[in-house]
């Protein structure tokens, strides 16, 4: 399968532990993103990457918040001290520069703080 | 204020038939996309059609096409001939600056279609 991966697909934490999520994108992808999706609503925009520079960051990435893409390769998004306002589905997706306009995104994980 | 609006929170069809889907958008930025997903109750988002703000064709994608009335900054999906499996949620998204510009997709809050038998 040569999509977007994400482990893990679900997460169960208590409040107050940290969290973090790994997203693969499409092996020729050098553009990779990160949104969060809260029940009912649309997916929003956390950051996104090209390589390994982080070009964009949303006002929702708090300070609890920090995601890395430290080879240009894979990334990671990791939630500290959790909250219950946390809970939500996060989907990673990848394009790259040059290529169509759609992002690819991938299956997501859903994250649950108790 | 919304940059992407979605009206209908719910729409029902007879499989077969052919059904809209509504959204409209807020830029004033002249160089924009347009994007329409799919998102199944697996929770994957797949990208059905494109349509760029300087494109002088209304965006077709085998059985979807796209509304695409920029006086009224409104791009509507039609999918045709539906299908049991097009039962879904689908998402409306902008990105703004397409040339060059911020690469954030900014997403309404969708449409859930159901096609019945």
């Known amino acids: 399968d040569t999509g977007v991966s994400q482990d893990p697909r679900h997460k169960i934490t208590k409040r107050g532990q940290n969290v973090t999520f790994r997203c693969d994108p499409i092996s020729e992808h050098n553009r990779l993103y990160w949104y969060r999706q809260t029940l009912g609503q649309g997916p929003e925009f956390l950051t996104y990457f090209q390589n390994e520079a982080q070009l964009e960051k949303s006002r929702l990435l708090s300070d609890r918040f920090s995601a890395e893409r430290p080879k240009g390769s894979f990334s990671t998004l990791e939630i500290q001290r959790t909250e219950q306002g946390d809970s939500a589905m996060y989907l990673c997706?990848?394009?790259?520069?040059?290529?169509?306009?759609?992002?690819?995104f991938g299956p997501g994980t859903r994250l649950t703080v108790l | 204020a919304q940059k992407i609006t979605q009206t209908q929170p719910g729409m029902f069809v007879q499989e077969k038939e052919a059904v809209t889907l509504d959204c409209t958008y807020d830029?004033?930025?002249?160089?924009?996309?347009l994007f329409w997903y799919k998102q199944p109750s697996s929770g994957e988002m797949i990208f059905l059609i494109y349509?760029?703000?300087?494109?002088?064709q209304n965006a077709t994608e085998g059985r979807y096409s796209l509304n695409f009335q920029k006086a009224r900054k409104s791009a509507n999906l039609v999918i045709s001939a539906s299908q049991l499996g097009d039962s879904a949620m689908y998402f409306c998204a902008m990105r703004e600056g397409i040339q060059g510009g911020s690469e954030k997709l900014v997403f309404g809050k969708g449409t859930k279609l159901t096609v019945n038998p």
């Open positions: 997706a990848s394009s790259f520069v040059g290529g169509p306009n759609e992002q690819f």
């Open positions: 349509q760029g703000s300087y494109d002088q």
């Open positions: 830029t004033s930025d002249p160089s924009y996309g």
